[in-house]
């Protein structure tokens, strides 16, 4: 819990004026425990707000191609 602490107050710190989409990505990394190319795949429709809860079910997959 310290370490979830420290991450969110540096982020609060750095970004909340110029970056707050980071404080987002931020809070759903550290509350969740979820990769970021699953937070990055996440929709709104992932979102229930009555149940307070999160559908992580995909993974955003960036390909590189010459």
């Known amino acids: 819990m310290k ?3 420290k991450l969110v107050r540096a982020a609060i710190e750095k970004w ?22 699953e937070i990055c795949a996440l929709k ?5 707000a009555d149940k307070k809860s999160l559908k992580i079910d995909k993974t955003l997959v960036r390909e590189y191609r010459k």
Not at 44 to 48: A, I, R, T
Request: aromatic content about 16%.
């Open 3 to 5: 370490d979830y602490v």
């Open 16 to 37: 909340s004026e110029d970056y707050p989409q980071y404080l987002y990505i931020t809070y759903a990394l550290a509350g969740t425990g979820a990769r970021i190319s």
């Open 44 to 48: 709104l429709s992932d979102l229930n």
